[in-house]
């Protein structure tokens, strides 16, 4: 299976710091996306790197993608208690020409005030 | 004005019965998708159609029939629950169509499905 794995399943830190989620993946892939999903509700795109880039930013966020250690982790910069909420990646599968999105187990991202 | 949207957002029900959960997206987009989160926020999909017509049937029980009338709706409807049924039902939505692979996935909110 592609499922990626996420490291760590849970973290806490207090406001203020910075935050780095880990995902590792199995088979290659064509993008690799984060997600965060807040408690009772759905995912939220976040970002979304593709197999030739290896560094992209967006505000607070980081990502870096390692391909030929088929990882990614994700670094909240600053963080707020407002980005507490479940962090996923999820990989691209190609099943021929449809867009298969392979989701992570998942991070459990809880910021202290 | 919400993208997408998902009714109901909570269902209890018993065994045996059979219940529908209905998804709409007003973006445009051109495939949807039902994914099912566990109670350990495992995320699998089920189904994916694009522009009505089915393209993923992940390994789900026939009980699970999913239909799309037209590319902004795509309905769920569940035959004979079971308890194992139980779990958050996702609605999403990309603009994709076959060959462009980059696209994210816009969620409703989910429905939650006890069945007692």
């Known amino acids: 299976s592609q499922q990626g794995e996420e490291d760590p399943q849970a973290l806490s830190i207090q406001e203020g710091e910075n935050a780095t989620m880990n995902c590792s993946y199995k088979t290659s892939i064509n993008n690799l996306q984060w997600y965060r999903q807040n408690s009772g509700r759905g995912l939220v795109h976040l970002i979304l790197i593709r197999s030739n880039e290896r560094e992209k930013h967006s505000g607070r966020l980081r990502v870096t993608l390692d391909t030929s250690k088929k990882s990614s982790s994700l670094l909240i910069t600053a963080s707020r208690a407002a980005d507490t909420a479940s962090y996923f990646c999820?990989?691209?599968?190609?099943?021929?020409?449809?867009?298969?999105?392979?989701f992570g187990t998942g991070t459990l991202l809880a910021v202290q005030p | 004005d919400t993208a997408v949207s998902q009714t109901p957002k909570y269902l209890v029900t018993q065994m045996g019965n059979d219940k529908s959960i209905k998804c709409e997206q007003n973006?445009?987009?051109?495939?949807m998708y039902w994914y099912k989160q566990d109670s350990k926020k495992f995320l699998k999909i089920m189904f994916s159609y694009n522009n009505k017509e089915l393209i993923i049937n992940e390994t789900v029980p026939n009980r699970f029939s999913p239909k799309s009338p037209d590319k902004a709706h795509l309905n769920l409807h569940i035959n004979s629950l079971e308890l194992g049924d139980s779990a958050v039902y996702f609605c999403?939505?990309?603009?994709?169509?076959?060959?462009?692979?980059?696209?994210?996935?816009?969620f409703g909110n989910g429905t939650r499905l006890t069945v007692t």
């Open positions: 999820a990989t691209v599968n190609y099943g021929g020409a449809t867009n298969k999105l392979i």
């Open positions: 973006l445009g987009h051109d495939t």
């Open positions: 999403a939505s990309s603009p994709t169509s076959p060959g462009q692979r980059n696209s994210p996935l816009h």
